[in-house]
């Protein structure tokens, strides 16, 4: 494609994502299959470019508006000034102009800006992580302006995660084991992975390795009765199902019959036929309360702002707001309370979110602790992961909770607390 051509398409493709009204990735995805001549390297430049902008909004939107000699729809401008493609091939595209301007905005210390040309974050989030990880803010704030490695989870029903390991290798594709999750593979890249045998097989499955610690902690054994109160798409459900050795009876319950449609094809490349999905109305639906006190293990990983996953989807910091967090704090402690009422006398109980926001993580479990300390007992996050043979447990937890840093532990942002009732 003629480097004109591509630039043109990448500042469409931006009009449309920086009016921040849908997700970034459902936007890209519908460019794409709108634009079905473009190739794999293409698509990769304009994808990388749009992440970039919304990674580095701020200073981008800053240098494209205030460096002498810009000129052009904000857009390009912003495209130029992101580009994740071939420098040539850029250049090639740009008039005399944008190259003299271009030289210009390259020129600027980045590091002698203000605070929020840097770190790139509404006030609202920046401000508690601040107060959250004193020094260690920086070091988080490098970590999100990065894409996020490809984690995969092994399905231990079919490979060996060495196995697995060996027949990626035969594909070309080198895969490191992950350091704490016994499950995991992590790749460099976005190789193509849905042609390849052992995905389509159920072999791997995409699953960052903080959600795979989830599955993890919940640890259900063989033939108990288990519940993924929010399963979404089921990718926790499926690493449950396997450590359940498709046993026992698995619901996968969630409000959006929509994400549970994209657990079936996932499902029946597993090989499970444990796992029951189960779209329900709501946290209180009758589906619910006919297994009260009935259940040996709940999951709930809850609906929550996202703003672990700002290195996959950094289009969140943008479209959440302190009102929005406020809001889905309380519908988790709801969720919570429902989700309890299902165990049995010494069942498991974990809460999780994938955000990096103490309201809602920690403070939803100190409400939940104080409302049910005569049926819950809180049980030290580092005594579940080790029961469960996690690696170097004792790196990921903060006081009683499990608690995931992109910076510190590589993976999405995530947050866990653990029960068990009385």
């Known amino acids: 494609m003629h480097p004109n051509a591509l630039l043109d398409l990448s500042t469409e493709l931006l009009r449309s994502v920086m009016k921040l009204d849908a997700p970034a990735d459902g936007l890209?995805?519908?460019?794409?299959?709108?634009?079905?001549?473009?190739?794999?390297?293409?698509?990769?430049?304009?994808a990388e470019t749009t992440y970039t902008v919304l990674r580095q909004r701020l200073l981008m939107q800053h240098l494209a508006q205030n460096v002498k000699g810009a000129d052009g729809p904000p857009e390009r401008r912003l495209a130029i000034l992101a580009w994740q493609g071939n420098d040539g091939f850029l250049r090639g595209a740009l008039n005399p102009q944008e190259l003299t301007?271009?030289?210009?905005?390259?020129?600027?210390?980045?590091?002698?800006?203000?605070?929020?040309?840097?770190?790139?974050?509404?006030?609202?989030?920046?401000?508690?992580?601040r107060e959250q990880l004193a020094d260690e803010f920086w070091p988080l704030v490098e970590e999100l302006s990065r894409p996020a490695p490809l984690d995969l989870r092994v399905n231990d029903m079919k490979f060996k995660r060495e196995e697995a390991q060996?027949?990626?290798?035969?594909?070309?594709?080198?895969?490191m084991a992950t350091p704490h999750s016994p499950w995991g593979l992590r790749i460099a890249g976005k190789p193509a992975l849905s042609k390849l045998p052992i995905f389509i097989g159920g072999g791997v499955e995409v699953q960052d390795e903080g959600s795979q610690l989830l599955a993890l902690i919940t640890d259900p054994k063989r033939g108990e009765m288990v519940v993924d109160f929010c399963a979404g798409a089921g990718g926790k459900t499926l690493a449950l199902g396997a450590a359940m050795r498709n046993t026992g009876r698995l619901?996968?319950?969630?409000?959006?019959g929509h994400r549970l449609e994209s657990l079936k094809p996932?499902?029946?490349?597993?090989?499970?036929?444990?796992v029951h999905p189960a779209h329900i109305a709501h946290e209180r639906d009758d589906r619910i309360k006919r297994l009260v006190g009935k259940i040996d293990r709940v999951l709930v990983d809850?609906?929550?702002?996202?703003?672990?996953?700002?290195?996959?989807?950094?289009?969140?910091?943008?479209?959440?707001?302190?009102?929005?967090?406020?809001?889905?704090?309380?519908?988790?402690?709801?969720?919570?309370?429902?989700?309890a009422r299902l165990l049995k006398p010494g069942g498991r109980l974990v809460y999780a979110t994938c955000s990096l926001l103490q309201a809602e993580n920690e403070r939803v479990a100190a409400a939940f602790d104080a409302e049910h300390s005569v049926s819950f007992e809180p049980l030290p996050a580092a005594c579940a992961l080790e029961a469960a043979h996690?690696?170097?447990?004792?790196?990921?937890?903060?006081g009683p909770y499990l608690r995931l840093w992109p910076h510190r532990h590589h993976t999405d942002g995530f947050f866990a607390a653990v029960w068990q009732k009385r």
């Not at 040309?117 to 006030?123: F, I, M, T, V, Y």
């Not at 619901?251 to 959006?256: C, E, K, L």
């Not at 996690?390 to 903060?398: F, H, P, R, T």
Request: glycine share 4%.
């Open 28 to 46: 890209v995805s519908m460019f794409f299959r709108k634009h079905r001549d473009l190739g794999a390297r293409e698509r990769h430049t304009l």
């Open 101 to 129: 301007w271009l030289a210009e905005a390259n020129k600027i210390d980045r590091s002698t800006l203000p605070d929020k040309l840097r770190h790139n974050l509404p006030d609202w989030l920046a401000n508690p992580l």
């Open 166 to 175: 060996a027949v990626l290798a035969a594909a070309g594709i080198e895969a």
């Open 251 to 256: 619901y996968a319950f969630d409000v959006s």
């Open 266 to 274: 996932r499902l029946a490349r597993s090989g499970l036929s444990n």
């Open 302 to 339: 809850a609906p929550c702002s996202g703003l672990g996953t700002l290195r996959r989807n950094p289009d969140l910091k943008w479209r959440q707001s302190p009102k929005a967090v406020e809001e889905m704090s309380a519908k988790q402690s709801a969720i919570l309370a429902s989700a």
């Open 390 to 398: 996690v690696q170097a447990s004792a790196l990921l937890v903060a």
